[in-house]
């Protein structure tokens, strides 16, 4: 069955840098563009950034952009969210998603996807 699991979430000092990564397993991975969401406590999901199937192409909210940085491994069947000159607005609770396509705009509507992980938490704290 279709596996999406986060890692690397943690405690970051702002303007520190983390890398979240998702592994993925049960569907042919190459096939898929894939995204990364938050949501804070008593906020509803926000989309963060997303990746054509074959990684030709990249896409962020503009709170993210010039800062993080999304990436794929083929071989390794993962995901990344490079995450750099963090800010306490970044604390959230990250979440990975595989779409239902190869790509396209509809980025941030949450019915694009039909597979999400189980989240790992990003705190950004001095």
């Known amino acids: 069955q279709v596996q999406l699991v986060e890692s690397g979430g943690g405690l970051a000092q702002p303007g520190g840098s983390l890398r979240l990564s998702c592994a993925a397993s049960?569907?042919?991975?190459?096939?898929?563009?894939m995204s990364w969401a938050r949501q804070a406590p008593g906020k509803g999901l926000e989309w963060v950034s997303g990746i054509y199937s074959d990684g030709s192409d990249t896409y962020y909210v503009d709170s993210v952009k010039c800062r993080f940085t999304i990436s794929r491994d083929k071989a390794k069947h993962t995901v990344y969210l490079q995450m750099n000159s963090q800010k306490a607005e970044d604390t959230e609770l990250y979440y990975c998603?595989?779409?239902?396509?190869?790509?396209?705009?509809?980025?941030?509507?949450?019915?694009?996807?039909?597979?999400w992980g189980q989240g790992t938490q990003v705190t950004v704290s001095s």
């Open positions: 049960g569907f042919t991975f190459s096939s898929y563009a």
């Open positions: 998603a595989k779409s239902r396509g190869h790509g396209g705009s509809r980025w941030r509507d949450t019915r694009e996807y039909d597979y």
